[in-house]
């Protein structure tokens, strides 16, 4: 089985300032990695995603990740935050096909940052 | 629009009263999911379905029931055997095939037990 562990439940931030937030995984097979983003009452948007390739990854709205497979870690960077960055944010893995079994193509997530920009 | 819409986005029940949360995508997609949140604690899946006619067991299945009659329909319905069903649920979909890959997710429903 797979888990995740975000290290950090909340990230206060000042406005236009650096942001990483951290992501570890555990499986024992290949992995596939997500970051969503969730505004107050609203569902998820998926900011990036990590199938294969290059370790870094661009995504949505300016951020990026990295994956580092010694590390088992993938953690969401963004130079300059905004103000309407503020939101939780989620990392996420999945099973490949070729590694699935009756995991296949199921999502375990990580319990959430909060993310917080202040002016 | 293509999109997973889920209703009511707010619903209320009594202690010991069944209700089914509605979710409607018409992406085009095979498998769909249902996941509960909880401050803290992420997503857990509770059920999820790869094709019409099937459906799975999630890691929090219990006093929750699903049904997969059509493609672009996945209700569940929360028991009264689910002992705390206070909490946010949200529906997704993805595409099937060898890979399956995105999740999009529904709005969510606000299920508030009183």
Request: charged letters at 15%; aromatic letters at 12%.
């Amino acid at each position: 089985a797979q888990s995740v562990t975000q290290l950090d439940s909340q990230v206060p931030v000042f406005e236009e300032a650096p942001v990483e937030l951290r992501c570890n995984y555990s499986s024992s097979v290949s992995v596939y990695l997500f970051w969503y983003v969730q505004y107050p009452n609203q569902g998820l948007q998926l900011l990036l995603k990590y199938l294969s390739g290059s370790t870094l990854v661009k995504g949505i709205n300016g951020f990026e990740a990295e994956f580092n497979k010694s590390q088992t870690s993938f953690h969401l960077r963004k130079p300059s935050v905004h103000i309407s960055d503020t939101a939780e944010y989620f990392c996420a893995v999945s099973i490949p096909a070729n590694a699935g079994g009756t995991s296949y193509g199921k999502l375990t997530f990580g319990q959430g940052t909060i993310l917080t920009v202040h002016p | 629009d293509g999109g997973i819409t889920q209703s009511p986005k707010y619903l209320f029940r009594k202690e010991g009263q069944n209700v089914t949360l509605s979710c409607e995508q018409n992406l085009n997609h095979d498998a769909m999911y249902w996941y509960r949140q909880d401050p803290g604690q992420g997503l857990r899946l509770i059920y999820y379905s790869q094709i019409v006619n099937d459906f799975q067991k999630g890691d929090i299945a219990e006093g929750y029931s699903v049904s997969r009659e059509k493609k672009e329909s996945f209700p569940l319905t929360v028991t009264s055997a689910q002992k705390n069903p206070t909490a946010f649920y949200l529906c997704a979909s993805s595409s099937s095939g060898t890979i399956k890959l995105t999740q999009f997710f529904g709005p969510g429903t606000r299920l508030t037990v009183l």
